[in-house]
């Protein structure tokens, strides 16, 4: 695959070149396919189809049934992986998939998130494949089964209607209509564990319906091993060859933020240094409530501290006056106010496109956050990540997480679901769902602002019609008092 500027346009696959046909199909992603590739298309491809794979991650973290999960991935791909080209829609499936393979092969912990998000998008399609679509792709695979014969299945048919019963299903009767594969029982370890095959002398009967699960183990297996090979690759040539224009790129994509933009403040506008207490109270997250903290505490903060909330406030409304007065006011009790105007002041005016190449920087993103590595004596980053278990506690204790939702939190931070247990959080506190999920510090502040001034209204709005109902009241003594003296 070969990345070429924007005036060149890339071909299309065809079968006569060895890879997968025009024709709306599901690729193996066997080998990188020979063509050219756009370097907009490179990016934008991957950025459609990791918001796909993130989106089943959530759904699955969140523990949607099968049913709910179908329905999820079919509006996710429809969603993102469309093509103004429809002879161009293969292309970007195959595409994305193969930049996404380089993007995440480069950690252990990349590898196992992409191999288990896509393995679960594979296996989601196969699912929705036509029969003889299945079987071509049984083929393909070279699987080690071999189809059951009529004299088998009629000889076994007793047997195997009791295992399908066992699991809610129904055997055909017909030999024409029950397709079985006889499977090496090591090869389909989940339908084992599940008790949901008859095993016969070493072998699994493996109905057409339950296939999916062979086909995806083989799949997993194979991509697993290709990721290693395309991190080593990575690593010894393409990350040097590429340093100047895809390397950047690759590095940036797993980390790379796909929600709204947070650089300015949306609906509510500008917040006020005499609020800021009680909002960072009512409504940062606490990755931002830690670092407002301490630098309440200790009147500062190392730069990659000063950065994440710095930067989290502009998106909320703190404009840059405001945030040289709030900073000023804190760092100036412990380095003075000369040593904050000659070394610090410089750096919130460059956040805020005010100094240097007035670049407008945009606050972090979850992602961006959890990914970070604080050191000895940072407070920035992830607490759902970075804190032990007894601090997290604590910290989600003085925020006002009961013990029912702290463990339901805690549960998610063991299966190292961050964002999720911020959710998590953020629906306790708020005692309101969060159906999205929580991507951003700053998305966490405007819906929790959102929540907090409807609360707000519909309190007012009771007010006042106790108000109006009491007026109504003493009017009507009035009038009957008044029609009492005539």
């Given amino acids: 695959m070969q990345v070429v500027r924007s005036h060149q346009s890339h071909r299309s696959f065809s079968s006569s070149s060895g890879s997968v046909s025009a024709s709306p199909t599901l690729p193996l992603y066997r080998s990188a396919p020979e063509l050219e590739v756009r370097l907009e ?3 934008s491809f991957a950025i459609d189809r990791l ?9 699955l973290s969140r523990g949607k049934k099968p049913d709910e999960m179908e329905k999820l991935v079919n509006e996710l791909w429809k969603t993102n992986m469309r093509h103004q080209d429809s002879s161009q829609v293969l292309n970007k499936d195959i595409i994305s998939h193969f ?31 036509t029969a003889e679509a299945q079987r071509a792709i049984m083929e393909e695979f070279d699987l080690p089964c071999k189809a059951v014969s009529n004299a088998e299945f009629e000889s076994l048919k007793e047997k195997l209607g009791q295992v399908a019963r066992s699991i809610g299903h129904n055997l055909s009767l017909s030999t024409t209509d029950a397709i079985y594969y006889k499977v090496p029982f090591e090869e389909v370890p989940e339908l084992v564990t599940g008790r949901k095959v008859f095993i016969n002398q070493g072998y699994a009967y493996v109905a057409m319906n339950q296939v999916v699960s062979l086909v995806a183990t083989i799949f997993r297996s194979l991509l697993s091993k290709a990721l290693i090979l395309t991190n080593r690759k990575w690593a010894t040539s393409i990350r040097e060859q590429e340093q100047h224009r895809l390397t950047p790129i690759v590095e940036a994509l797993c980390s790379s933020y796909l929600g709204p933009d947070f650089s300015q403040p949306k609906e509510y506008g500008e917040i006020s240094l005499k609020d800021i207490d009680q909002v960072a109270k009512s409504s940062f997250p606490l990755c931002m409530r830690h670092l407002f903290e301490k630098l309440r505490e200790d009147h500062h903060l190392k730069h990659a501290g000063r950065m994440q909330l710095g930067l989290f406030l502009k998106g909320v409304g703190l404009n840059v006056d405001d945030s040289l007065a709030f900073w000023r006011e804190e760092f100036s009790k ?3 106010l000369e040593k904050f105007e000659k070394e610090y002041a ?33 407070h920035h980053g992830c607490p759902y990540r970075h804190f032990g278990e007894e601090n997290l506690r604590a910290a989600l204790s003085r925020m006002g997480v009961n013990s029912r939702a702290m ?7 063991r299966n190292r679901d961050y964002q999720l247990a911020c959710t998590l959080t953020f629906e306790a506190l ?3 769902p969060c159906d999205a999920g929580i991507n951003h510090p700053n998305q966490y502040f405007s819906d929790s602002q959102r929540l907090l001034k409807a609360k ?31």
């Fill in 456 to 486: 707000k209204d519909s309190s007012t709005n009771v007010v006042d019609a106790s108000t109006s109902s009491m007026h109504r009241l003493d009017a009507g003594n009035l009038l009957r008092n008044i029609r009492g003296n005539s």
């Fill in 99 to 129: 930049v996404l393979r380089l993007v995440y092969c480069r950690t252990e912990e990349l590898r196992k998130w992409f191999l288990s998000m896509e393995s679960a998008l594979f296996r989601h399609r196969f699912r929705n494949q």
């Fill in 430 to 432: 708020h005692a309101a």
């Fill in 334 to 336: 412990k380095v003075g």
């Fill in 41 to 43: 298309d490179f990016e």
């Fill in 51 to 59: 918001r796909v794979l993130k989106g089943i991650s959530d759904g």
């Fill in 407 to 413: 463990e339901d939190v805690m549960g998610k931070v």
């Fill in 346 to 378: 410089y750096n919130i005016r460059h956040n805020y496109g005010k100094e240097g190449k007035k670049t407008d920087y945009t606050p972090y993103s979850c992602q961006k956050i959890i990914l970070s590595t604080p050191g000895v004596g940072d």
